[in-house]
């Protein structure tokens, strides 16, 4: 089992809809958690940080269920601009080894 | 602010041949991570740096590979006598702080590297 699952989509949407991912994580030592968007052939980019308390950045909610570790990302009123693939990070503290790990993404497909 | 710099940005070479790829991260970012991605597919962890030293080298794939940062800022990825499974986009990324604190990642454009 990967330490943290994403289903891969496709998720293909219209316009102005919402649509919600989620993320699975399998160390209950995790501490930290990013959403990323990354555009085809081009490097991650950091969409927003994941709080316990959940918080927004506009169209985009991000929340964190530890005790059924996962997070979620809402994007509401989709915008064709949307489309990309969206990574999951998760940060681990309770090794020494330091890596944050990523999910392998979920693709998002906004038509018109 | 300068982002992460990585270059060459794209690199072909013929099979056996080593090759170098370099990373300048962000100014006064202490964490350095490498990972590599190939085609269609998720990022692969390689190795990360805090300040000049690599407290985990796992998932380096073979000796093959190594990695050095010197003066707590530029990193220096090296495949000797590459193969056509080397073939992907490397990634190098930076942080602020280490694995131990919530710090973000911030990613390079990537070297492109393809094995003839």
């Known amino acids: 089992r990967k330490e943290v699952e994403q289903d891969p989509g496709p998720f293909n949407v219209p316009e102005g809809a919402t649509v919600a991912f989620n993320c699975t994580y399998s160390?209950?030592?995790?501490?930290?958690f990013f959403w990323y968007r990354q555009d085809c052939r081009k490097e991650p980019k950091l969409l927003m940080s994941v709080y316990s308390s959940g918080n927004e950045d506009g169209r985009f909610t991000a929340q964190l269920n530890r005790a059924s570790q996962y997070i979620s990302l809402l994007i509401r009123d989709s915008k064709l601009s949307d489309s990309a693939t969206y990574l999951c990070?998760?940060?681990?503290?309770?090794?020494?080894?330091?890596?944050?790990?990523f999910g392998d993404g979920t693709t998002l497909t906004v038509k018109p | 602010g300068a982002g992460v710099s990585q270059s060459p940005s794209n690199k072909v070479t013929e099979k056996g041949k080593d090759v170098e790829l370099r990373c300048d991260p962000i100014s006064g970012h202490t964490a350095l991570y490498w990972y590599r991605q190939r085609l269609g597919q998720g990022l692969e962890f390689l190795i990360y740096?805090?300040?000049?030293?690599?407290?985990?080298k796992s998932g380096l794939p073979s000796d093959r590979f190594s990695a050095e940062r010197t003066g707590e800022s530029v990193s220096t990825l090296t495949i000797q006598r590459t193969q056509q499974e080397d073939s992907a986009v490397y990634l190098c990324?930076?942080?602020?702080?280490?694995?131990?604190?919530?710090?973000?990642?911030?990613f390079g454009n990537g070297t492109r590297l393809t094995v003839t």
């Open positions: 740096f805090q300040g000049n030293s690599a407290p985990d």
């Open positions: 990324a930076s942080s602020l702080l280490g694995e131990r604190a919530h710090s973000p990642l911030h």
């Open positions: 160390n209950s030592a995790s501490q930290s």
């Open positions: 990070v998760v940060k681990s503290y309770n090794t020494n080894a330091g890596k944050s790990t």
